[in-house]
């Protein structure tokens, strides 16, 4: 097992995994990779990994119709019409960048700034991939990619640092717009009253600047902020998105996060007392293999100027139980700090909540959404299977973005993905 990671070789030494060759394709590898055991079972280029496009001038069509020819390449209907919605974009953009460059030299006319784009759709089903091409193709130098819980952490921290301004919030936008023509906004969506209360003001300032505005969601606009605390307040919001953005929906198909995903068994299920017992054991000796010398004798953390009672620290890996993060009142930049700070979490207890633990099950949703989007590795015990950990109540529809990205967190591309350690400022 010489030729594995080190990370792969201490798992599958304390796991007892058979033995993995990996294969590496170069290019984007955007939601699944494939694996062979040492056997000769032939291994399978997924939906999403395949030559990564670049700002050189190629059109997403054009690079689209290209790994359309590429073997083991998925035909997906709602996919290729989405790419024809995207190409219409970026020759807006590229056409847009040409005549204002014509306006600042010698033209009387600024051209008109196009239109953004809101792709919505179920779970799996290629959005972010699709995004990601997109920005990787278009030959701007004034562009962002950047998870919607990442961007309104940053916008928080920006208001706070200029109070002293007489609009921190549009100070805030003027900043952004300055800097960025396109913004790429993943996973937008609006369950916290505070980002509800500011988002109107602040994309309405940013559309008056000129920024162009692109998003992937699971919902339509009309979805966003569901039973929401002043969910009044917020309609004008989704207005306005309607009004500025075309709004695509991708429609439902295969969810290519579980299309030939090979599991590591990182997600341990414990069906009893016995079994949580051995989970435990299981645990602790694969966090210290990972730990080495590093272990720390601290039992917490601090966070934003809290501390967390945490079981185990180390210099790249902390573990923490369930009810320490998830039960109390923690907020999404609680855990983006953790995510900087530790490439590897481990996670104690994950019980089965009911409509009843609806807030608990809320945190555990962003908890994951903000490990997942900064590549970090997550072994966890739970009380049930992660399709089963919660059903009903309002927060039980997101929860399935929650199982199916638990059930990549598990395989081998997601964990080779690099820890992103930097990005927002806390």
């Given at each position: 097992m010489s030729g594995l990671p080190q990370f792969f070789q201490l798992v599958a030494s304390t796991l007892r995994l058979p033995e993995y060759r990996f294969f590496q394709p170069c290019g984007i590898s955007f939601c699944s990779w494939a694996i062979c055991p040492e056997t000769r079972h032939n291994w399978q280029?997924?939906?999403?990994?395949f030559p990564s496009p670049s700002d050189d001038g190629i059109s997403p069509k054009a690079w689209y119709q290209s790994i359309s020819l590429l073997p083991d390449f998925v035909q997906d209907a709602a996919q290729a019409a989405a790419i024809d919605e995207l190409d219409v974009l970026w020759h807006q953009l590229v056409d847009f960048k040409s005549r204002r460059n014509q306006f600042l030299g010698r033209s009387l006319l600024s051209p008109e700034v196009p239109k953004g784009l809101y792709m919505w759709g179920g779970v799996g089903r290629g959005k972010t991939?699709?995004?990601?091409?997109?920005y990787a193709c278009l030959p701007y130098r004034r562009k962002r990619r950047i998870?919607?819980?990442n961007f309104m952490a940053e916008i928080h921290h920006q208001m706070k640092m200029l109070a002293a301004e007489d609009d921190p919030l549009i100070a805030v936008a003027g900043n952004i717009a300055k800097s960025t023509r396109l913004l790429c906004l993943d996973e937008f969506h609006v369950?916290?009253?505070a980002d509800a209360m500011i988002l109107g003001r602040l994309v309405t300032a940013l559309f008056e600047r000129g920024l162009v505005l692109m998003t992937t969601s699971n919902y339509p606009p009309d979805g966003l902020y569901p039973d929401g605390l002043q969910r009044n307040n917020f309609l004008p919001v989704i207005e306005l998105l309607k009004r500025e953005l075309k709004v695509l929906y991708i429609d439902s198909g295969n969810d290519y996060r579980l299309r030939a995903l090979t599991r590591e068994p990182l997600f341990l299920v414990s069906g009893d007392a016995a079994g949580d017992a051995a989970n435990e054991a299981r645990m602790e000796a694969l966090f210290n293999r990972i730990a080495g010398e590093t272990r720390r004798d601290e039992r917490h953390v601090t966070v934003r100027g809290r501390t967390i009672p945490a079981k185990n620290i180390a210099r790249s890996v902390v573990w923490?139980?369930?009810?320490?993060?998830?039960a109390g009142a923690h907020a999404q930049e609680d855990y983006l700090e953790i995510a900087h700070r530790f490439p590897t979490v481990f996670l104690s207890h994950i019980p089965q909540l009911g409509a009843e633990r609806g807030a608990e099950a809320k945190r555990f949703t962003w908890l994951i959404d903000v490990l997942y989007d900064n590549h970090v590795r997550l072994v966890a015990s739970s009380a049930a299977a992660a399709q089963d950990i919660f059903s009903g109540g309002a927060v039980s529809g997101e929860f399935s973005r929650t199982t199916s990205r638990l059930t990549e967190m598990q395989t081998q591309h997601y964990l080779q993905l690099p820890h992103r350690s930097q990005g927002v400022t806390l």
């Open positions: 280029m997924s939906q999403h990994t991939f699709l995004m990601d091409a997109f998870h919607f819980h369950d916290d009253i923490f139980d369930f009810k320490e993060l998830c």
